[in-house]
Every structure is written in structure tokens, then in C-alpha cells.
């Protein structure tokens, strides 16, 4: 398994202390794990968000977590490990 070096929360300063307070999932209050591995690269983080945000709130008949089963089943049917 990779493993991704990421920012923590807590530690986040600057521009990526804003980032993450934008990205802060309301129901849980954090940033969601699949954000923080672009968080040592802001302007990448930035855009990736803008994608995952538009590809997770589009279509408003699904909850979240439906949301989120349907990439997984997605990723799994395309052999992604991550």
C-alpha cells in the first residue's frame, strides 16, 4: 500500500489552514482524507476539491454516503486500489 505524507488539520497554516476550513465536512467537522493527500500542494488541493465537490453534490436525489457507495463500487469495478 502507498502511503501519502499529508497535512494534518491541526497543523495547517496559511493558505492551506483556509483551504481545509472550506473543505470541513459539516456532519463530522474535518476535512475528508481523499482531499488531504494533495495537502502539500495547495493549488492542487484546490482544484481536486472543486472536482470532488462538483462530482458529490451533483446529483442532489442521493445522500453523501450514497454518493460515496456508487465510487466505490465505481473504483472497485475499475480495479483501483485506493
Not at 23 to 29: G, K
Not at 66 to 81: F, I
Request: aromatic share 6%; charged share 25%.
Amino acid at each position: 500500500m502507498t502511503w501519502i505524507d499529508t497535512v494534518d488539520e491541526g497543523d495547517a497554516s496559511g493558505v492551506l489552514s483556509d483551504l481545509y476550513q472550506a473543505m470541513r465536512d459539516p456532519v463530522n467537522d474535518r476535512v475528508d482524507n481523499i482531499l488531504k493527500v494533495h495537502s502539500l500542494h495547495p493549488e492542487g488541493l484546490k482544484a481536486h476539491f472543486a472536482v470532488y465537490r462538483a462530482a458529490m453534490q451533483s446529483t442532489r436525489g442521493l445522500s453523501k454516503a450514497e454518493r460515496e457507495m456508487v465510487a466505490l463500487t465505481v473504483s472497485q469495478l475499475n480495479e483501483c486500489h485506493y
